[in-house]
């Protein structure tokens, strides 16, 4: 596994409101200027809510070129920007550049991020601007506070993705009914749905009976409904063109368990200690015997992958398991290249680009056969419905995948049946040498404790090699 240079959190240091946090140096640097500031007065208040606009309107419409450049004389942005000390460089940080434009004028300039890099960039610094309205005491709901809403107790990451999704819901006639309604809260209520694929068997029917009314909207990727909103699907599909396309360094990939000392502080201070006991198959199995073990199941382990081996030796043939792909969200928005411009631009610069086979599971036949109705099964070289909590994937021959992808299914409801943490001994056992497991998760905390301590202590223990934890907006990913 590999990881990029920039998105290395490290435990913070300061105990100046951002303690909470695990910083990166980044995000150290905005905080030191934002220091400064001393005291606080209307000038930083208009600076940090002004660059916030700024920075979420180019996360936000990235089609729309006026977001894209800020002239440094314009009366507006030289009062708001300019002339507050250090407000210049916060903007450079967040990935920003000053430029001389066609007319001779002095303007900061950015393009739309493309790459997990540059939307790591601009969103690290989004977050520190709304963590400093929040020490401030600054509503982050500008027509809240004008109505007296009390400040948040506690600070979250705002979750984009949930409210225009809730705005979708709102507008459309069919959510609004009550078999739809009925459906929603059936796969939500553990007492009626105590299992995954309870769960998501009432969650398929509710986006049967959407579908079937709206279907264009519910999909379309270019719709602002949130669906497609830079989800974890999304975050998921542009990690692994970059890993197809040979775009990370391992020469240049750090070593270290990024996040584990400040994980380990917090689970200290929660008195919980990771009981590797319940993980038997880390301790047992010497390398020897492991490989014994391989040499035996080889003539039993039928794989789907095993008549391309040669293959791939020679002919750059990625195998890319999709654990819990539902629908087939992660599929399509990889393999047809719609994701973002990008995508289509490193397949054509790149000379590694591999030819990509997808292999789709999911608990629940009903969303994959919405995946089928929908066409989005083409992206697939095969579905499979069962559960990969009950070794069903022990049918698949070790070290025969490149990549294990899970978008919004692990680190969450692991009472009720989805993988877990342990899940990634079988990963281990699947994945090839220098194979990659990446796994994204929607999230709107500032970060998952001691869910993703024990995804990392597990990582460690298997020996796994750049572990890294991050986060794009709302969207959480490990790998």
Known sequence: MAMQANALPQKSANSDGYSDMPLNVRQKT?????EQWQPVANEHKKYVSTA???LTNVLYKPKELKFQTLRLSKPGVKKKIVDVNGGVKILKLAGFEQAISDSSESILRIAPPATIEEFEQLTDIWLILLKTQFNWGIHPDASAAKNGAALPSKFTVPNNLASQMATYFE???IAKSAQFQSFVQNSNNIQLSPTALER???FAKAVQLLIANDSHNFFDIDCQNGLNDMDASNVA?????EICSGYYDEDEAYTNLILAEDLRIMAQHAGHQPNMAAYPQLQTDSNEEKTAAVDAEDEKSPAVPKEEEKEDNGGGVCTVFDIGCGWGNFGRLLMDKSL?????QIEQESSEWKTVKIYGFDIAPDLIEICKQQKFDRFYEQLQAFDCQRDELTQYKDG???IIVSCNCMMQHKKIGHPNEAFLIEADRLLKDNGWMVITRRFHGIHLGLELYAYLMIAQQLGWKNVFASRIREIFYIG
């Open 200 to 202: 998501y068997t009432f």
């Open 400 to 402: 025969s995948v490149d």
């Open 30 to 34: 905005a905080i030191s200027v934002i």
């Open 340 to 344: 973002t411009a990008y995508l289509q």
């Open 171 to 173: 507008q459309n006639e």
């Open 237 to 241: 599909a542009m990690i692994v063109s």
């Open 52 to 54: 916030l606009t700024i």
